[in-house]
């Protein structure tokens, strides 16, 4: 198998390398021209390859006129009048020659299972031979040559007829009757030679020199005559009429320079008696600038053997000397009156310098998308480009990221390449244009996890001195390299990228390279270089990384590094620290501060405000963090905060004051005293009992008459309330105030009373109109509430009284709640009480207890438990 697709592979490069020469060779051709005109390379639709085998020795010899194809076999005509049967690749069939022609076959025809092969001949004789049996086989012979013919696609079936059509003079049907007898029938007659038959289904084409017809073997009619309408110069046998049935009712001609697509219909209305049911309708039709020496379909497109016209070839400058034409293979699609190009590769066939067009011939495997191009002596195979084709073509051209993407498409379905060596084959291809960054990025979708392959494309990369290129794709996850690898990337960046070092470091696990190599090759750069600080903080992650915590941290305090304070939360330094507590402070207070408070049981507060004591604003800083998250350690330092408060932060120092449970008032009171901070004062002395000295400090010093009201409001002191009153007698801006203010604590008339006679006091009329409005409210609401507690006693009473006039309904299961005997027993006469509250009870029950009212609920007399009495 391997053999045979070597041996392939090199035919097609042979076919290449043969066409390219003979090409250059062929000056102005048409790929030479696309070449030197195109900026865009197209890439081709179709493979060539060159059958050879047996039969190539076959046609070294003799020359091939005519050929049929199956998926099985080929059979391939000659002018010799030789049948040869060969496979697909070309080699001969054992017992699969015939030799039953004196002179050239002109036309071969199969059935469509493959088991009968019939063939005619210009000496008159016609042979139908069977490939596996030979009940059915016959020879026939004519009197004048026999150009075409075609057999029943059915014919190997039991009752098709065994039908087959010949084309001489006239178009004969012959077939089997009654009997096994042989019966030929005239289908038509009188219009000179018929060159060419195809039958499909019920329906056989033919083409004689005057047009093409079409006859419709279920009506027994002939439904249309497609007439000849190209330039009669063009003589019939040396630009013969090619027909082909694209499926069951399309017909494709090819004449000349014009191509028709026809399509066999039911007529709807029959316009008469005579006409046929169907027709057939010419859906395209256009002319070319080519001779059409045969042609076949490709899924909407056609495929075209093109032999070009005279004036084709004058406008683009080919003309050649010996004015024989290389053939063309070309794909048309086919428009309303046109036909678009979608490709054309000129052919390299063997004596084309001497070929007419009536010399080419193309067949086809129905749905296979194979061609055959049939000339005298070469018969070429055109096959639609695969997969595997388009990415050889992609590659070929340097297209390999699309090449890539088809590979990685089609993974499953591929033959000839596989996603790493396409890949790999794009990496040298980027490394040889100098794009490395991107042949870098490419590694890890391309290497995948092979690591022999990774080690290979980092040393790549090395020699190119590339190294910091593939360094941020290099695995060092499941798939993990020789630790040499990386330290070679490592040393790299140490002697020429210092920052891309560090960044390395800190991205690589420190398992992917031995940690003391690296801490010795630090440690030799950093005597060249014994300030560099990326080398230190480097050293430091070293260190750290090898569990050498202490010296990493001794490097990080030098250098003040961020990653000091996780260093020691990870690894539980706190020993380390309680003696570098003040540089720890100075570096960042924040985190510092937020570390010891963390941590109070692993570093002592007594030590640290120890340490800190020389230093008051860091202190300070560390207690008032530790009394908001620790009160009670901070109880021995609070005296100390308040001095701390007032020298750093007074804001901070009155709430303090006011959430502090042990701070010394006494020592509080002379810190503010010394600075005249009159609100603390004024808040000491309120804790301390002394409000009345508290209230002097407000009114004399701060002058502030709500400050005054709140304070005296907030103690709640009639002695304070008069001091105030008596300390605004002669301020009336604090009566005003006291005015506004205290009507709900203090009796407004005592205010008014001490009012001297002719103080100017601002805004007094509305302050007594205020003090009016609010005893008007006062007096509304006391109205509102008597009527409201009015109306609700009414109607609880007259719900009271209308439930104790309901009936009480006693039932006979109902039992005495004294003797618990039934209420209603037998036929005694005894009288029943009934309570309000639904008590029952034996009236002697009641006498026996000296009870009138339930002795449950003990009620009143004449309450809800009075008597209701029931007798029986």
Same mark, same amino acid.
């Given at each position: ?8 592979? =090199? ?35 179709? $493979?060539?390859?060159?059958? !050879? ?14 050929? @049929? ?13 030789? *049948? ?16 039953? +022609? ?73 077939? !089997? ?10 289908? +038509? ?5 018929? /060159?060419? &038959? ?21 009506? $027994? ?47 709807? %209305? ?21 001779? %059409? ?32 034409? /290389? ?12 036909? +678009?190009?979608?490709?054309?590769? =000129? ?25 055959? &191009? ?54 040298? +291809? ?9 042949? @870098? ?7 995948? $996890? ?11 990369? @090395? ?10 794709? &290099? ?88 990653? *000091? ?25 924040? !985190? ?24 008051? $604003? ?68 309120? /804790? ?19 400050? =005054? ?40 008339? &005592? ?13 007094? /009329? ?43 309904? *006693? ?62």
């Amino acid at each position: 198998m391997a053999e045979s697709i070597e041996r392939e592979l =090199a035919d097609a490069a042979e076919w290449q390398e043969e066409s390219g020469s003979e090409e250059e060779e062929e000056e102005g051709s048409e790929s030479e021209s696309e070449d030197e005109d195109s900026v865009e390379i197209e890439e081709p639709k179709l $493979k060539y390859e060159r059958i !050879r085998n047996t039969l190539e020795e076959i046609l070294s010899k003799d020359a091939a006129s005519c050929m @049929a194809v199956h998926t099985k076999f080929m059979a391939v005509g000659t002018h010799w009048g030789m *049948v040869h049967v060969l496979d697909l690749q070309g080699n001969t069939i054992a017992g699969k020659e015939f030799a039953k +022609h004196s002179t050239t076959v002109n036309q071969i025809s199969l059935d469509m299972n493959g088991d009968y092969l019939s063939s005619c001949s210009d000496d008159g004789r016609v042979a139908i031979t069977g490939l596996y049996e030979d009940e059915y086989n016959q020879i026939q012979a004519f009197d004048c040559p026999v150009k075409s013919l075609a057999l029943d696609p059915r014919f190997s079936r039991s009752n098709s007829g065994r039908q087959f059509v010949t084309g001489s003079d006239k178009l004969t049907l012959h077939e !089997r009757g009654f009997f096994n007898r042989s019966k030929s029938t005239i289908l +038509h007659a009188g219009e000179g030679p018929i /060159r060419t &038959i195809k039958w499909r289904g019920c329906f056989v084409a033919w083409a004689n020199d005057l047009g093409v017809k079409v006859f419709d073997l279920s009506s $027994k009619r002939r439904i249309t005559f497609i007439k000849r309408d190209h330039d009669e110069k063009l003589r019939p046998e040396i630009y013969p009429c090619k027909l082909c049935w694209k499926d069951n009712i399309t017909l494709l001609v090819g004449w000349a320079d014009t191509i028709k697509i026809c399509v066999v219909k039911e007529r709807r %209305v029959l316009e008469g008696k005579d006409m046929p049911n169907r027709y057939v309708e010419i859906v395209n039709f256009f002319k070319t600038d080519f001779y %059409v020496c045969g042609l076949a379909p490709m899924l909407d497109n056609l495929v075209v053997i093109a032999y070009m016209t005279d004036e084709a070839l004058a406008e683009d400058d080919e003309q050649d000397d010996e004015g024989a034409r /290389r053939p063309q293979l070309k794909i048309l699609t086919a428009l309303p009156d046109d036909y +678009h190009v979608v490709s054309s590769d =000129a052919l390299s066939i063997r004596g084309f310098q001497e070929y007419r067009p009536s010399d080419y011939h193309l067949e086809y495997l129905e749905g296979e998308g194979v061609f055959y &191009i049939v000339s005298p002596k070469d018969i070429v195979l055109a096959r639609k480009r695969d997969v595997d084709d388009h990415i050889a073509w992609l590659m070929e051209n340097e297209k390999f990221e699309e090449a890539l993407a088809e590979t990685k498409a089609h993974a499953k379905t591929l033959h000839r390449h596989k996603v790493l060596d396409v890949g790999r084959a794009y990496l040298n +291809h980027l490394i040889a244009e100098g794009e490395y960054d991107k042949a @870098a990025s490419m590694c890890e979708p391309i290497l995948g $996890k092979h690591k022999d392959l990774w080690e290979q494309e980092v040393f790549h990369f @090395a020699k190119m001195h590339r190294l910091k290129a593939i360094s941020h794709y &290099i695995p060092r996850g499941d798939v993990r390299l020789s630790k040499a690898i990386y330290e070679m990337v490592l040393n790299d960046f140490l002697q020429t990228d210092l920052e891309g070092f560090h960044q390395l470091i800190k991205l690589w696990p420190s398992d992917l390279y031995d940690l003391m190599t690296l801490v010795c090759a630090v440690q030799d750069r950093l005597l060249r270089d014994p300030n560099n600080r990326i080398l230190m903080q480097t050293l430091g992650e070293l260190y750290s990384y090898d569990q050498r915590y202490d010296k990493a941290l001794a490097i990080y305090l030098k250098l003040g590094h961020k990653d *000091v304070f996780p260093l020691i939360h990870r690894h539980n330094l706190f020993d380390s620290i309680q003696d570098k507590i003040v540089m720890l402070m100075e570096f960042d207070t924040e !985190r510092a501060v937020n570390l010891l408070i963390e941590n109070v049981d692993k570093v002592p507060v007594k030590k640290v405000v120890k340490q800190l004591e020389e230093q008051p $604003k860091l202190l300070y800083h560390y207690l008032d963090a530790l009394f908001h998250k620790h009160p009670h350690l901070s109880q021995d330092f609070q005296s100390l905060q308040v001095t701390l408060y007032a020298e750093f932060n007074r804001d901070k120092l009155l709430p303090f004051l006011r959430n502090s449970q042990h701070c010394p008032m006494e020592v509080a009171l002379e810190v503010c005293t010394e600075r005249h901070f009159i609100p603390e004062m004024v808040f000491l002395l309120g /804790r301390m009992g002394n409000t009345t000295q508290a209230l002097k400090l407000i009114i004399e010093e701060m002058g502030d008459v709500d400050k =005054a009201i709140e304070f005296a409001k907030e103690h709640d002191d009639s002695g304070l309330w008069d001091e105030l009153i008596n300390a605004s007698m002669n301020k009336p801006t604090f009566i005003t105030g006291l005015l506004n203010n205290i009507g709900t604590h203090v009796d407004p008339v &005592i205010l008014i009373k001490r009012i001297k006679e002719g103080m100017e006091i601002p805004g007094l /009329r509305d302050s007594l109109v205020q003090i009016l409005q609010d005893y008007n409210l006062q007096m509304s609401l006391r109205e509102g509430c008597k009527k409201i507690l009015v109306s609700g006693c009414f109607t609880l009473l007259d719900r009271l009284n209308k439930i104790q006039k309901r009936g009480i309904n *006693v039932e006979e299961d109902h039992h005495c709640d004294s003797c618990h005997g039934p209420i209603l027993a037998g036929d005694s006469q005894s009288t029943v009480v009934i309570f309000y509250c639904h008590h029952v009870f034996h009236e002697e029950c009641l006498i026996a207890q000296n009870m009138e009212h339930c002795m449950i609920c003990h009620s009143q007399r004449k309450g809800p438990g009075s008597v209701t009495a029931a007798s029986r």
